[in-house]
C-alpha cells in the first residue's frame, strides 16, 4: 500500500465508489486520506529521537545549565530534522508526474502537530500545553480528511 494518496479515477483501477446520498464524503476514502496524510514514519523516528534525547540525558548525568541546553539543542535539532525531511519523505514516495503539493502541506503540518502533542522542544522552551496538544491532533485527525486530494 502506498503511503501518499492518490484519487481513484473511474477506468484506472475499476469503477469509482457510487455516489453516497449524503454530502459528507465516504467514510472509507475519508480514513484512508487521514492515514496517508500523517507521515508515521518520520513521526515514529521523531519519537526515538525524543526518548532518546530524554533517556540519555536524565539519565544519571547532572541536572545542570550545561545539560538542559544540550537537551534543549537536540530537542530542536530532531523537529528540525523531521521537519525537513516529511516533505522530502513525501516527494520520494509519490509516483513520477503525480500532484502532491496537498499532501506535502497536509504532512508537513500533521508533523508539527505531532511534534507539538508530543512535547518535545515545546515542553523544553515552556510553549506547551498537553491540552491544546490533543485539541490540535484530534481537529487534524477531523479536518485532513474534509480536504481533498489534488
Not at 494518496?5 to 455516489?19: D, K, L, T
Not at 534543549?72 to 516529511?86: D, E, N, P, Q, R
Amino acid at each position: 500500500m502506498s503511503r501518499v494518496y492518490v484519487r481513484r479515477i473511474q477506468g484506472a483501477e475499476g469503477p469509482a465508489p457510487a455516489p453516497t446520498t449524503s454530502d459528507s464524503p465516504d467514510i472509507k476514502e475519508w480514513a484512508e486520506r487521514v492515514t496517508k496524510y500523517v507521515p508515521t514514519e518520520i513521526v515514529s523516528a521523531y519519537i526515538l529521537a525524543l526518548t532518546t534525547i530524554k533517556t540519555f540525558t536524565d539519565s544519571g548525568v547532572a541536572n545542570n545549565a550545561a545539560n538542559d541546553h544540550l537537551k534543549l539543542s537536540c530537542y530542536i535539532g530532531s523537529f528540525i530534522f523531521g521537519l525537513i525531511c516529511t516533505p522530502l519523505y513525501v516527494t520520494k514516495l509519490a509516483k513520477p508526474n503525480a500532484p502532491t503539493h496537498n499532501q506535502l502541506y497536509l504532512s508537513t503540518i500533521a508533523f508539527v502537530i505531532w511534534a507539538y502533542y508530543l512535547g518535545g522542544m515545546f515542553e523544553a522552551i515552556h510553549w506547551y500545553s498537553a491540552l491544546v496538544g490533543s485539541l490540535l491532533l484530534v481537529a487534524f485527525t477531523l479536518g485532513a480528511g474534509l480536504i481533498p486530494p489534488e
